[in-house]
Each structure stands twice: as C-alpha cells, then as structure tokens.
C-alpha cells in the first residue's frame, strides 16, 4: 500500500470485493458509461477469482472509505522469454479528485509492482481524442502509433467495439 498526505493507494485482495466494485461504479462514471460498468456485474465467486489471480492486478485509490481512483491491469506473460508485459487496462479519477497526482501515483504504484513482478514495461493505450491521458502517459512514457483492431469471436461479424 502507498499513501501521500491525502491519499493511500491498496492493492485490491480477494477479500476487497466491496472496493472492486466501488472502483467500477467510478470507472463508469468517470468514463460516463455506467451502462458497461454497472449492468451486468459479475458474481462474488467470479470477482473472488480475478481479485485471487495472478493476471490481475487491482489498484484504489481511497481518501477515507471513499475510493477516488482506480487501475484495472492485466499480466501478459511471454513465450519468446521469461518475462512479463503489465498492460494498464483502466485508469480513471473522479472528477472532484483530478488534478491532485492521484493518476500518476496510481502509474508509479503500477510499476513498482510490474517490477517486483519481473515485467519489463506497462503498456496503456489512449484514444486519439482523449488529450489529458496523452499528456499524462506522454509525461511517464515514450509514446508508439499503432492501430488497434477488434476481431470478433463470431466469424463472418464487424467487431463493435465494446466495454
């Protein structure tokens, strides 16, 4: 766990069920899809399971009992070496909590576990339209243009892209 003057960030247990969820309620809200945060949550054995896992890494940041920032990411191990790749699937603040170091706090907290994990780097990706996650990840990183694409597990489909 970390902690500055205003906040601690935890490393989410299979115990934190509570706090996983509270981190995608502010997921949904942040990122003004509720509807892919919320709707279809999975059960407890399921979150159990995640949270206990060794591809899934949790983060909240709280101020009090109250959680104002959150990672989702996940650990990619290779085949070409033994190593490991921390791809950073979700990062949101509240909006009343921005501006305060709680997002790059969150990053560096990331990176001290893809280290203590033997990861060689984080990856994240942006939208094009999203300026302040550019700013902050091209204040951390070196940034790569690539395209990304969904495939859709149905053949003969046009993957929608979909949280």
Do not use: N, W
Request: with cysteine; net charge neutral; aromatic share 8%.
């Amino acid at each position: 766990m970390s902690r500055s003057d205003s906040f601690t960030i935890r490393l989410l247990a299979p115990a934190d069920i509570p706090l996983l969820e509270a981190v995608s309620a502010m997921f949904g809200e942040a990122f003004g899809d509720a509807q892919s945060y919320s709707a279809a949550r999975p059960g407890r054995a399921y979150l159990e399971r995640l949270l206990g896992s060794e591809s899934f890494i949790a983060l909240a940041a709280m101020k009090g009992t109250d959680v104002v920032g959150g990672i989702a990411a996940y650990e990619l191990k290779k085949f070409e070496q033994e190593r490991s790749e921390i791809y950073l699937y979700d990062l949101a603040v509240a909006a009343a909590h921005r501006r305060e170091g709680i997002a790059t706090a969150l990053i560096e907290e990331l990176r001290k576990i893809a280290a203590a994990r033997g990861a060689y780097v984080v990856f994240v990706q942006a939208d094009l339209v999203d300026s302040p996650a550019i700013a902050l990840y091209s204040k951390l990183g070196r940034r790569e243009d690539v395209l990304h694409f969904d495939i859709d597990v149905k053949p003969g489909r046009t993957a929608r892209h979909c949280r």
